[in-house]
């Protein structure tokens, strides 16, 4: 049996999305940005696909720039919304300790051009809350951007109260929803929130594109210099048919968004009963308010990455955390973020599943992850020594 349980990172692309890809390359191939006619139904293309995202979170098609990804649309979102407080003489900017590194890369660079970053503690179960936040703002706060789902444990933070929050204090609220869009009911004007990233591949849509939702009078500083593209703001060709596969996909996603929620759901509850069975082992994330499709664990007395190999030789696909940091022999920030000690963080396993998983598939990755399991522990000294006493078990 092939099982892909990483859907997290990313998706495999709906026939919808090839569907509505396909005539962009073969027939309708036009620049959007040429004046005849066959540039001219390029451009139509891309204005119904930018009408539809707008649709699907509940803004105007022109709050909407269309970009390379979600790291692209966090970058511009942040940097945008610091330009803007610069101005101001604000320079103080609030986001999290478990942010994706597209966030905590960008805001690192800013705070080497004088800006003041704070990252609020997300605790034990990885949220913060609506208070944190207001009590964190100050007189020079130009900035919160704080994600809407975690992208490894799967916790969903409290958006429309913090964005609330912002809008009273006058500040600017950004949200990486690269986890959440297609999959969590969003409305941008209901939940207050200023500025929005999201990406593609996370919804069966095309890699290599993205979105970013500004609202109207938010002035985007430019990442990309060149041509007049997305109104002046993003520069370069517009890939047309990878817009139109995200459009569809957002789409189709947005439309089945409830009953496929309460399927995969099901199915994510049905591992983390059977998962939580194996000794020394912890849910990572908040155990109710998370992602349909999110399990992580962590499995005392093993590396993930062994485990994560010997899965992939059983068929299944799954992760220990962020694909973008996969390559790393670092733990993972999120998991040092709510508290998991070094050792316990490198056993980590992250399965992200999808509505075209099955139950069957569940009862299969239940009856190997034990046995894996058990057979690195069987390897491990570290297991000997915790099950000797010489260490003291964390889990």
């Avoid at 590396?303 to 962020?322: F, P, Q, R, V």
């Amino acid at each position: 049996m092939t099982i892909y349980a990483d859907n997290a990172a990313t998706t495999r692309m709906s026939d919808t999305a090839v569907a509505a890809m396909l005539p962009c390359m073969q027939e309708f191939y036009g620049n959007a940005s040429s004046l005849h006619s066959t540039g001219q139904k390029a451009a139509e293309i891309l204005q119904a696909a930018r009408e539809t995202v707008a649709d699907c979170i509940g803004c105007l098609p022109q709050e909407i720039t269309f970009t390379s990804g979600g790291s692209e649309a966090d970058n511009q979102a942040i940097v945008s919304a610091a330009r803007i407080g610069e101005k101001k003489g604000k320079k103080h900017i609030i986001s999290t300790a478990f942010e994706h590194h597209a966030v905590l890369h960008t805001l690192e660079k800013l705070e080497k051009e004088g800006f003041d970053v704070e990252l609020l503690p997300v605790g034990s179960i990885g949220t913060v809350t609506a208070e944190q936040v207001k009590a964190a703002i100050r007189e020079d706060t130009c900035l919160v951007t704080i994600m809407y789902a975690n992208n490894e444990i799967g916790s969903i933070l409290p958006i429309p109260e913090i964005g609330k929050v912002c809008r009273e204090a006058g500040v600017l609220f950004h949200t990486d929803a690269v986890q959440a869009a297609g999959h969590l009911h969003i409305d941008v004007k209901e939940q207050n929130i200023d500025m929005l990233s999201l990406s593609g591949h996370k919804f069966h849509g095309p890699k290599g594109v993205g979105v970013l939702y500004a609202k109207r009078g938010i002035r985007l500083t430019n990442i990309i210099e060149g041509g007049a593209q997305e109104r002046g703001k993003r520069a370069g060709t517009e890939n047309i048919p990878a817009i139109a596969g995200l459009a569809a996909a957002l789409k189709e996603a947005c439309e089945h968004i409830d009953e496929n929620a309460a399927k995969v759901s099901a199915l994510r509850d049905k591992l983390i009963a059977g998962l939580s069975q194996i000794p020394h082992s912890a849910l990572n994330g908040d155990p109710v308010n998370r992602l349909p499709g999110n399990v992580n664990f962590c499995f005392e007395g093993i590396e993930g990455e062994s485990l994560l190999l010997l899965l992939d030789a059983k068929g299944i696909s799954a992760s220990s955390g962020s694909a973008c940091t996969s390559g790393s022999l670092d733990p993972s920030h999120v998991l040092l973020a709510i508290g998991r000690p070094h050792e316990v963080a490198h056993g980590s396993l992250r399965l992200s599943l999808c509505e075209e998983n099955t139950e069957e598939e569940m009862d299969y990755i239940l009856a190997e992850t034990p046995k894996i399991v058990e057979y690195l522990r069987n390897m491990s000294p570290m297991w000997k020594d915790l099950v000797s006493g010489k260490r003291t078990f964390m889990l």
